[in-house]
């Protein structure tokens, strides 16, 4: 499984993000391309400990047992449902969001495993670093392919 730590796939998603515009369309779901970028850099936020949503029931719940979809080799389901506090419906600036996107994907490879938080995941649980970036890689290519990329 591709892993974001990996600079290859880190310089991947990039490239992939650079062939966005502002009136890229997606082929599902209901966020415009801005954002959906908005959504992927507050989920960086959460791996990179810069944000700690608290779990909900449900997550609590089985969170622990699903687990494997986040960071194992099967794509996401389209229209999954999303952490609360990072679903985005006001409007966003397409190149403001692009801009703080890729500082964070650079970012947070750049900072090494040993920076990723140790917070709980919100509904996953806890994640070694090593799910954690293969989790953020699976979701940016997620959102990406979301938007034809």
Known sequence: MKNIFNPLYSEEILNRIDKLNSNTKQQWGKMSVA???AHCSSF??????NSFP???WLGRLIGGFVKPIFYNDKP?????STIPTILIVEEKEFETEKKKLKQKIITFPNNGPEKCTIHPH??????TTEQWGKGIYKH????LKQFGV
């Open 35 to 37: 954002q959906m970028l």
């Open 44 to 49: 960086q936020d959460i791996a990179m400990g």
């Open 54 to 56: 608290a779990r909900d």
């Open 76 to 80: 996401l389901a389209q229209n999954m």
């Open 122 to 127: 919100p509904f996953f649980g806890k994640l």
């Open 140 to 143: 940016l290519d997620h959102h």
